[in-house]
């Protein structure tokens, strides 16, 4: 398999696990119930840029190419950072859980139409980052699997630049 076909299909995979990782996390707060905080949205916000860059990646070629895929890990980065920061909180703050800065990046519902509540919603978060961190999925605490996806988007981004960095020195 050639470079340049590597490189894309790991692409895909990171743009599909990012649209993944963003249902998971919308499935948690409507379906279970788990109220995201302020580190939670934030995370939310990179994740959706790791996907949106990535996605922008397969319209270009070369070094634009690699660029946006460099810049996506970088992101991916940031987002790791949160997910740790949030990891920290929740093991240092087990016993008195602080309720961290609100935040409301839509404050307004009615820009979405009928769903617009729910909407905004998904990009509110008011709770305590270290309750948030410490609700677990698959046994596993909710902020190790971010930092897991997070560190793994980052790694795979830089996998696929090199590899198309590769194909274009060919």
Same mark, same amino acid.
């Given at each position: 398999m050639s470079p340049a076909r590597l490189s894309g299909l790991i692409a895909v995979l990171v743009a599909s696990a990012a649209a993944g990782a963003f249902v998971l996390v919308l499935w948690l707060q409507f379906a279970r119930g788990y109220e995201p905080c302020s580190l939670c949205v934030y995370q939310r916000l990179t994740n959706i840029a790791v996907l949106l860059i990535v996605v922008m990646g397969f319209f270009w070629t070369g070094a634009a190419? $690699?660029?946006?895929?460099?810049?996506?890990?970088?992101?991916?980065?940031?987002?790791?950072?949160?997910?740790?920061?949030?990891?920290?909180?929740?093991?240092?703050?087990?016993?008195?859980? =602080?309720? @961290?800065?609100?935040?409301?990046? *839509? $404050?307004?519902?009615?820009? *979405?139409?009928?769903?617009?509540? =729910?909407?905004?919603?998904?990009?509110?978060? %008011?709770?305590? @980052?270290?309750?948030?961190?410490? $609700?677990?999925?698959?046994?596993?605490?909710?902020?190790?699997?971010?930092?897991? *996806? *997070?560190?793994? @988007?980052?790694?795979?981004?830089?996998?696929? %630049?090199?590899l198309s960095g590769r194909q274009d020195r060919r």
């Open positions: 190419r $690699r660029g946006l895929w460099m810049l996506a890990s970088v992101y991916a980065l940031a987002g790791a950072a949160l997910a740790g920061w949030q990891w920290h909180l929740s093991a240092i703050a087990s016993h008195t859980p =602080e309720t @961290c800065t609100a935040v409301d990046i *839509f $404050r307004s519902g009615r820009s *979405f139409g009928p769903w617009g509540k =729910e909407a905004a919603s998904v990009f509110s978060g %008011q709770g305590s @980052c270290a309750a948030a961190g410490a $609700r677990t999925l698959a046994g596993w605490p909710v902020t190790h699997w971010s930092l897991v *996806f *997070f560190l793994t @988007c980052a790694v795979l981004l830089w996998l696929a %630049q090199w």
